[in-house]
């Protein structure tokens, strides 16, 4: 089976760097994937890691160790707007296995 | 391009009432999930239809179910509502390639009485 785990809660100051960390169990995978949800809205993807290291979006980056089974979203130039809470979720191998999905963090940025 | 449809979008029902959630893609996608979300617990899956034809529980399917009516349409039933399943339900549909995404609609908020 395939488990993750995040950190249930981050806050971090308007324009500073913040990293959400989900560290996995899992039995085999594609990828690591990352979606952002506003409250009240639906989620969103962000980002998508197939390989080990690190792949870059505009402010968002996204990182990969399957040897640690460690993933990372790391957000830039914090900006209140990306107060979210943000999901980390694998792609299992076996066909058409839906994503599995981590609870979440929520994220809170204060001025 | 309207993408995941879900309606309705608020429901309140009795307990013991009957309900059934619609949700629509227009992406000619395969692949559709129902899943709720309750504060804390992230996303669950409830059922999900591989393709048209097919449909496979998820984590938790008890107490519903479903209907692949054709590729754009997977509707969620609950035969006699209870108030645990007062929850924000999302559909969402996957037109395959690990490293395409899943694409969600907006949500139904459903509490019941």
């Known amino acids: 089976g395939q488990s993750l785990e995040q950190p249930s809660e981050v806050t971090a100051v308007e324009g500073a760097i913040v990293q959400i960390n989900c560290t996995y169990q899992t039995s085999g995978f594609y990828g690591l994937s990352w979606y952002q949800q506003h409250d009240g809205g639906a989620p969103t993807f962000l980002s998508y890691?197939?390989?080990?290291g690190l792949e870059e979006t505009g402010r968002f980056s996204s990182f990969l160790s399957r040897s640690d089974s460690y993933g990372y979203l790391l957000l830039q130039e914090l900006q209140m707007k990306d107060s979210a809470s943000y999901f980390c979720?694998?792609?299992?191998?076996?066909?058409?296995?839906?994503?599995?999905f981590g609870k979440g963090t929520r994220l809170s940025v204060i001025a | 391009n309207a993408g995941v449809t879900q309606t309705p979008k608020f429901q309140v029902l009795k307990t013991g009432q009957s309900m059934t959630l619609q949700c629509a893609q227009d992406m000619n996608h395969n692949s559709m999930y129902w899943y709720r979300q309750d504060p804390g617990m992230g996303l669950r899956l409830i059922y999900y239809?591989?393709?048209?034809?097919?449909?496979d529980k998820g984590e938790v399917p008890n107490g519903y179910n479903v209907s692949r009516l054709n590729k754009r349409e997977f509707s969620l039933r609950l035969e006699s509502a209870a108030p645990s399943q007062t929850s924000v339900y999302f559909c969402a549909s996957w037109g395959g390639g690990s490293n395409q995404p899943q694409h969600f609609g907006d949500g139904t908020r459903l509490s019941i009485l």
């Open positions: 979720a694998v792609s299992p191998y076996s066909g058409n296995t839906p994503l599995v």
């Open positions: 239809s591989a393709s048209e034809g097919t449909t």
């Open positions: 890691n197939a390989l080990d």
